[in-house]
């Protein structure tokens, strides 16, 4: 078996073993992309893969930070472990120790400073609507129109937990802002997609990061959600 259709059986051992996310998945940086790359580094069929393979390649990883180490062993026990029945390749490596540091919680001055340097409707109702449901950034992406009750300020999206096992949301509520700002931002849309945000998480990287320059604050999505 070639190493592609090897690889096109682990992507459905994940999608229908695992019940993983197509996110985790991803052959851009997800599982996929992990073993493809060990692969072609290694230059070796994954059977004729030896316990030292798997250290030298993660020795290149260890002075990156803990979360990389961690997301491309997780990748091959995953790979190996699971999918391969070959554990023996992976059972010494261990995770990286979490480790845990003190997080800086913007102001309410410096949000309302950040908020009024976003230049569009688009990017102050993103703000509002991670700033205040708790949402992550994927599942604000693949919201529709018929996850909202703008009366109720509730969010109840429909596809929660079908295509992840962890880490969906199944209900957020969101504050008056947001419900002021939403209608005005839905009504000014010119498409047919249903997704509230029919654009990509580099458009909102582009507004967060323009405010965050004229701010010189450092506010991201996820700074909003913790």
């Known amino acids: 078996m070639s190493i592609t259709d090897l690889l096109t059986k682990f992507e459905d051992f994940c ?22 790359r060990f692969s072609e580094s290694i230059g ?15 020795a290149q990883f260890k002075t990156m930070s803990s979360s990389t ?9 995953v790979f190996f472990r699971d999918f391969l029945k070959m554990p023996n390749i992976v059972e010494s490596f261990k995770f990286p ?16 400073q950040f908020f009024k340097e976003l230049d569009n409707l688009n990017s102050q109702t993103v703000f509002l609507l991670y700033a205040t449901s708790g949402m992550r950034r994927n599942e604000l992406l693949t919201l529709t129109i018929d996850d909202i009750d ?5 969010i109840i999206p429909k596809n929660a937990h079908v295509t992840s096992t962890t880490k ?18 839905l009504s000014n849309r010119q498409t047919d997609d249903n997704r509230v945000f029919p654009f990509t998480e580099v458009v909102i990287h ?17 700074v909003l959600r913790d």
């Open 15 to 36: 999608k229908i073993d695992l019940n993983l996310s197509d996110r985790t998945i991803d052959d851009s940086c997800g599982h996929l992309f992990q073993i493809r």
């Open 44 to 58: 070796k069929y994954p059977t004729e893969v030896t316990e030292e393979d798997v250290r030298t390649f993660l």
């Open 69 to 77: 180490y961690a997301n491309v062993l997780k990748s091959l026990k």
């Open 97 to 112: 120790k979490k480790t845990y540091t003190i997080k800086s919680v913007p102001s309410k001055d410096d949000l309302q």
């Open 150 to 154: 703008l009366e109720n300020r509730m």
């Open 168 to 185: 969906n949301t199944w209900l957020s509520f969101f504050n008056i802002e947001a419900q002021t700002c939403l209608p005005q931002y």
């Open 206 to 222: 582009k507004a967060f990061d323009k405010a965050n320059k004229k701010t010189s604050l450092h506010i991201t999505p996820q």
